[in-house]
């Protein structure tokens, strides 16, 4: 359909993806000013005799009626047209800029149980709308979810309407249904047998919860002899939070929480304070602003650069002697090599080395800076990270600027310039947030090569930036890649 116009005004762009119910692509609206972006999905009757096709369409309309009703909340996408054309049936809606919440879980790695209790709250919060219009998504997982370019996230992709794909109708005009609609691992029981309950969408956001807090994807999770999910012992996590989880996740969906807005009132009395959100207006590029849901300090999830500062705290040595000493003489430089990554950087000699090595964050080694009073809370340090990637640099500077919005509360960031980094092309972004109590600025580089990214993030108090910038301005130009 690449081309096509759509009912004389939806131009096909982009194809998304296709799946068992059909076809879903961008699509350009001709009629409104500046041709906005759209989503298109085509649905495809399973057949198409005359008793199928009817009863197609009733599901059809009933669907986008059902549609047109939610979209009026903030956080659904808004239904644009609902088409017919040539036995086909096509959904038109509002295209929602942003990333979906898969990329938020990577495999591997656990999140933090304020982050699990924010994003489970933030998921209800929305479903509890949807549950109040008598409504099942029957479809919730993270590849659902969309985080808005606001922060807030976004329920998309309604199961009620692959109905259409899946349905049977007998000679006596009686509909069945041949799939079951949903995703494993966050498809109860009840729902996997073609009967869903409220409590069925409840249980996939439980799912989404357990998955955050473990790394662990939830169709690799052990069951005991009674069906419920094994995963406690792959968390840490508090008694509270988990009895809650596991009541969400009862194999009995009439053990768990009968809809999104009891689990909701369950997680807001264990820690009210710990899972409300504050506005902050993130700079990304020029003079743009946005305005980003942020988590406080202490709600915001493990990333690589929160990581490094953690590193950076536990680094935090007095070392004033050294500092005393650098006033009378040049400073001497080391050589650091790791022959596994192909890499070197020379660092001074005053500041202290600690290699990492982590696996999940990519980074191999911290260079921190000498403390210069007993008042320096915050050490300057310097960290080399060499990830896998595969992409453009200006793909992995959007995913970059998305991660420091996500997580650095009042993130400032400047507009991407760029730079060279050991000889190659490289982009510079420099940034600011805070960390707790440190008012924090970073200067971060990075450059690519085959199938790996060269990360290097200098990071200090925003007050004392600049007094050791010379200094990692020279340990940058100093590095190389075999």
Known sequence: MLGQKLSGRYQIIQHLGEGAFGVTFVAEDMQRPGNPKCVVKQFQAKNTDPHTLREARRLFDNEAKILEKLGNHDQIPRLLADIQENEEFYLVQEFIEGHDLSEELPKGKQLSEAYAIEILQHILEVLAFVHHHEIIHRDIKPSNIRRRQDGKIVLIDFGAVKQISTQVVNYQGQTSFTVAIGTFGYMPSEQASCNPQFSSDVYAVGMIGIQALTGIFPSNLPKDSQGEVVWRNQAQVSQQLADIIDKMVRYDFRQRYHSASEALQAL????????????????????????????TPQERSPTKFMIGLAIAAVLAISIGYWYL??????????TYANSNVGIKMKYPQSWQRRDIDN??????????????????????KLTISVEDFSGTLEDFSDTSTKDIIRHLVKAQIQKPS????????????????????????????????????YVITYTAAIDNYNDFIQTAQTMIKSFEID
Do not use: C, W
């Open 268 to 295: 807001r009395a264990i820690a009210p304070s710990r899972t409300k959100a504050h506005n902050q207006t993130t700079v990304i590029s020029g003079s743009s602003t946005v305005t980003a849901t942020t988590p």
């Open 325 to 334: 000493f650098l006033g009378s003489k040049p400073e001497n430089f080391l």
């Open 359 to 380: 696996l999940i964050t990519g980074e191999l080694v911290a260079f921190v800076s000498p403390k210069q009073s007993d008042a320096d809370k915050f050490q300057e």
């Open 418 to 453: 760029e730079t060279t980094l050991a000889n190659k092309a490289a982009y510079k972004l420099i940034y600011t947030g805070q960390d707790g109590e440190n008012n924090l600025k970073s200067m971060q580089l990075f450059t690519l090569r085959g199938d790996k990214a």
